[in-house]
């Protein structure tokens, strides 16, 4: 698709994000008198991870955080989400994501849609990942934000990476900037990998790869 009509493609979305948006105004701006333009951070907010993601999963649950962090709002009728991030699917298009991922080899029979709504991946028991909201999740810890990621290319990738470990830590860790590493994980080449001399690896809780979990005194 050339540049051209991918910019189409995405100033239509966000113009329907926008539109709903304003129909339900959440924070009373339209009301108030303001345009539509009022919810500019937050369209731009939803369109942009969603061009990551290339899909719906969860919308309701990033809808919801996109608002309660710019407004630092609780909301509590949770339904308002449900329904907005329906109409959005209806308007946007069929949600072929889950059947689309589904069908390649490495992600077969490994996808559901949790309870909550979030999109989780189970390679194995000891590696588990979610995608919530605009976050991405390995074992309930924080890994990234989705709006860095093209999810589709993170999950294959997880599942097909075999020369890798995933180092798990209790707590987070604030890690250089040139370091590929993430704060509640490191990820090391299997070549590389020296338990021992791993930074703090007194902190680590468990170590894994696509296969299996490493017994940490295997280090």
């Known amino acids: 698709m050339g540049e051209t009509n991918l910019n189409s493609v995405?100033?239509?979305?966000?113009?329907?994000?926008?539109?709903?948006?304003?129909?339900?105004?959440?924070?009373?701006?339209?009301?108030?008198g303001f345009s539509e333009?009022?919810?500019?951070?937050?369209?731009d907010k939803i369109e942009t991870v969603l061009n990551c993601r290339k899909n719906f999963v969860a919308l309701n649950e990033?809808?919801?955080?996109?608002?309660?962090?710019?407004?630092?709002t609780k909301y509590p009728n949770g339904e308002i989400?449900?329904?907005?991030?329906?109409?959005?699917?209806?308007?946007?298009?069929?949600?072929?994501?889950?059947?689309?991922?589904?069908?390649?080899?490495?992600l077969n029979g490994k996808l559901e849609v949790g309870e909550n709504g979030s999109l989780k991946l189970t390679i194995h028991k000891d590696f588990v990942?979610?995608?919530?909201?605009?976050e991405l999740f390995i074992n309930g810890k924080?890994?990234?934000?989705?709006?860095?990621l093209d999810l589709?290319?993170?999950l294959v990738e997880f599942a097909k990476n075999d020369g890798v470990y995933y180092c798990q830590y209790i707590t987070r860790h604030r890690w250089q900037k040139s370091d590929k590493s993430y704060p509640h994980?490191?990820?090391?080449?299997?070549?590389?990998?020296?338990?021992f001399k791993l930074p703090n690896f007194e902190d680590i809780e468990c170590v894994f790869d696509i296969e299996k979990a490493i017994p940490i005194s295997e280090g």
Not at 12 to 28: G, Q, W
Not at 62 to 72: A, M, N, W
Not at 129 to 134: D, L, P
């Open 81 to 106: 989400f449900d329904e907005m991030a329906k109409e959005l699917v209806q308007k946007l298009g069929e949600n072929t994501f889950l059947s689309e991922l589904d069908k390649l080899k490495a």
């Open 62 to 72: 990033l809808i919801k955080t996109v608002f309660s962090k710019q407004f630092l």
């Open 129 to 134: 990942v979610e995608a919530i909201g605009a």
């Open 10 to 32: 995405r100033l239509r979305r966000r113009k329907i994000i926008s539109k709903i948006i304003a129909k339900y105004d959440l924070e009373d701006l339209i009301k108030a």
């Open 142 to 148: 924080f890994f990234e934000e989705l709006e860095n």
């Open 152 to 154: 589709k290319e993170t």
């Open 185 to 195: 994980f490191k990820i090391v080449s299997k070549n590389e990998y020296d338990f």
């Open 37 to 43: 333009d009022g919810y500019d951070l937050e369209v």
